[in-house]
């Protein structure tokens, strides 16, 4: 199959935009820029929306066809109050969905933009969805982004939700949580914890499931995202599998059926649908396969500046940038799979992951998981130099019973 001549007609129809590199938040799993570089940023970004050459650029880029745009980079909420909202709404007719991710230390920007969201869709058909970063109670949150901001999110997430139920509109308004965990975490949780935040996400989302009218969903679930750019062994493979037991024991399990599922694993579909028909664009005029190389430090990681480069493209390239994407993501799907499968065999040799995937068949399998599922070519170049590469990292978490797992619980396979 030629994967890149199927995908050469596909328009990209969303874009993220680096919207914000100011941030307040102290996350001990960070990857982004140092303070001072990131608030040079912030200051063009900055410059950038209030200019509205940001809609100028997604135009250029991506054409007036867009339906998705993403507000990305740091903290979105310091920059939400530069956006003329009724100019943006009405560049792009077929726009249908905005969506940020936030720390949530502050909601009154937030609550302004939806104000004049409002105003300016009327009865036209849309969503706005809020990911918020929020990793468990405070024991576990305070610790992963720092001292006291718990209680101001879970604040904060209440105002808005009360706000959101207070407007009589049509806009579907999304609210979720983004949970992320390390190594650091697992012992912790593995001590008896893990019931407890699995609860504590379930009261939350049932505490907002019963107030919200039909077009407010505030939706809180409990799950393991592990941090990338970790160095994770065999230890941790099997820490993450106890832990994984628990949210099948529970039934807090959302994030995994939607990653793991029959089509996903017999096709060459991503999970993830950067370079294909949604890029990143930024104020710089640059086109980026994937919004997470915004502010990436490009001197963090020796070595790696000069393969990060070469996802970072001109405006003027942008047929290249579309062409380069696709390939990444879809075309070199067969060259990927037969270097994870090497690499697989070499795994069990060494001790690293389960002797179950000598087997030709289960060897496969997790390489088409780990290619379709949680394949991720940035993180790819970050920690192993190539966009086709995964890590071991990735196999060494999901080798070492929990894909085994996956397999028993969904399809009774293992």
């Known amino acids: 199959m030629q994967i890149t001549e199927s995908l050469s007609s596909v328009k990209p129809t969303g874009v993220s935009i680096f919207f914000s590199a100011e941030c307040r938040m102290k996350c001990k799993y960070c990857y982004l820029e140092d303070k001072d570089v990131m608030m040079e940023y912030q200051h063009k970004a900055v410059e950038w929306i209030k200019s509205n050459r940001y809609i100028s650029d997604i135009q250029e880029a991506f054409g007036n066809d867009i339906i998705e745009i993403g507000f990305w980079g740091a903290e979105p909420s310091y920059t939400l109050d530069y956006v003329d909202v009724e100019k943006l709404i009405n560049s792009f007719s077929k726009l249908e969905i905005i969506h940020l991710s936030t720390g949530f230390l502050q909601v009154e920007p937030l609550l302004s933009f939806v104000n004049r969201l409002v105003k300016s869709v009327g ?7 809020t990911q918020i970063t929020l990793d468990g109670n405070e024991e576990i949150n305070d610790i992963n982004r720092g001292k006291g901001t718990t209680k101001v999110i879970l604040d904060n997430i209440d105002t808005l939700l009360t706000h959101l139920n207070s407007i009589d509109t049509n806009i579907e308004f999304y609210v979720t949580n983004n949970t992320t965990i390390d190594r650091e975490n697992f012992d912790y949780l593995l001590s008896g914890k893990v019931e407890k935040q699995i609860k504590f996400m379930e009261t939350l989302h049932n505490k907002y499931k019963d107030i919200s009218r039909k077009n407010v969903h505030g939706i809180f679930k409990y799950y393991n995202r ?5 160095d994770y062994d065999k230890l941790d493979g099997e820490k993450y599998c106890k832990l994984q037991d628990w949210l099948f024991l529970f039934k807090s399990d959302i994030k995994l059926r939607e990653r793991f599922n029959i089509p996903v694993l017999m096709s060459y579909v991503m999970y993830c649908n950067a370079g294909v028909n949604a890029f990143g664009l930024d104020f710089d005029r640059k086109i980026h396969i994937c919004h997470r190389t915004f502010g990436y430090n490009l001197d963090k990681y020796k070595g790696k500046s000069d393969v990060v480069k070469n996802y970072i493209f001109d405006i003027e390239d942008k047929e290249k940038a ?27 040799k060494s001790g690293d992951i389960s002797p179950i995937y000598s087997d030709d068949f289960f060897a496969y399998t997790l390489a088409k998981f780990i290619n379709t599922s949680v394949y991720c070519p940035f993180d790819n170049v970050i920690q192993t130099g190539s966009p086709y590469i995964t890590s071991s990292n990735l196999y060494r978490i999901y080798g070492n019973g929990l894909l085994e797992r996956y397999m028993n619980y969904y399809f009774g396979v293992c």
């Not at 592990?226 to 970790?230: L, N, Q």
């Not at 062409?323 to 795994?347: C, N, P």
């Open 123 to 129: 009865d036209r058909k849309f969503e706005f969805r």
């Open 226 to 230: 592990i941090a990338t750019f970790c």
């Open 322 to 348: 579309f062409h380069f994407g696709r390939y990444i993501s879809y075309g070199s799907h067969q060259f990927r799979m037969s270097l994870s499968t090497a690499l697989i065999k070499v795994l069990v």
